[in-house]
DNA sequence: AAGTAGTACAACCGCCAGGCT
DNA sequence: AAGCCTGGCGGTTGTACTACT
């Protein structure tokens, strides 16, 4: 607790007091914050003018909304550490730490609050399996794969018996490069990719297989440009969806993963 | 036009870790 | 080793602004 702390002044900060921080930061730079409020001559506690600097105004903050690309990153960034705002802060230029919270806690908690909502109501209003289909799975395994993507139900053969059954195979089929081995146990990997899982429903995360560049541009072309998404930015492995874009993704591949779970 | 509700974001608070004495 | 100080963090609150009724 600071000292004082009837005496020092609270509250929004005005431009006086701006000018007079922003001339200290100049005069003796940044640090040594308990003195900072004598120097600058500011009727404020040492904790409020580093708050007030760092995240108003040092020179190289950002303002305004967030970029696609900065929201792709945050949502990455939170699912991989959590609510660690300094650090995935630290990943995007001119943002602080407060502005990707606030960011987080004014949009996507109320989204994510708006889609378990939605969730009931598409129970009544849609196909009921819609929403409980698409589950994250780290994935470590890669397959190489040589055909069109027509995921999960088309046959899945590694190249060793592709080789014997090329006349037999039809279009919708995946042919991998890779060994028997990978392919098999890339189908386990799928089939554990459709277990239900709540936690990851609720955020509506997706992950999908690496290393298919058909893939991404099939992602890319179908789902993203609906909402004029960057597709340069995004990694089609590992990022959170709406449920209207996971409504189209299914509706696109024609509701076959949906059907597979029943 | 006035009151109310919702939204966005600045600011505060409690806590913690690390350094120093 | 213990206590204090400082910087830093995440959670929460306060408030200005906007949209809606």
């Excluded at 708050?51 to 190289?60: E, S, Y």
């Excluded at 993507?149 to 279009?171: G, R, V």
């Excluded at 990719?193 to 997706?206: F, R």
Aim: net charge positive; charged share 30%.
């Amino acid at each position: 607790m600071e000292k004082n702390t009837l005496l020092v002044r609270k509250g929004a900060w005005t431009k006086q007091e701006d000018d007079l921080l922003m001339q200290c930061i100049d005069k003796y730079g940044e640090g040594k914050w308990n003195l900072v409020p004598f120097r600058a001559g500011l009727n404020r506690c040492r904790r409020s003018c580093r708050l007030r600097w760092l995240n108003n105004l040092r020179p190289d903050i950002k303002r305004g909304s967030f970029t696609r690309d900065e929201v792709d990153l945050i949502m990455r960034l939170h699912r991989l550490l959590g609510n660690k705002w300094s650090l995935i802060a630290g990943r995007l230029p001119g943002r602080t730490a407060n502005n990707v919270k606030n960011f987080w806690n004014t949009h996507m908690e109320k989204k994510k609050l708006a889609r378990i909502v939605g969730e009931r109501e598409m129970e009544v209003n849609i196909h009921k399996t819609i929403t409980q289909v698409i589950r994250p799975r780290p994935r470590t395994l890669h397959v190489n794969w040589e055909k069109t993507y027509k995921f999960p139900n088309a046959l899945i053969t590694s190249n060793e018996n592709s080789n014997n059954n090329k006349n037999q195979s039809s279009s919708n089929d995946v042919v991998a490069s890779s060994s028997k081995e990978e392919v098999d146990e890339y189908i386990k990997w799928c089939n554990n990719l459709l277990e239900t899982n709540e936690n990851d429903q609720e955020l509506g995360i997706v992950q999908f297989p690496k290393d298919q560049d058909h893939i991404t541009g099939e992602m890319s072309s179908t789902m993203l440009d609906f909402d004029n998404y960057n597709t340069q930015s995004v990694d089609p492995c590992n990022f959170l969806l709406d449920d209207i874009d996971i409504w189209k993704f299914l509706n696109f591949h024609d509701q076959s993963i949906t059907h597979n779970l029943n």
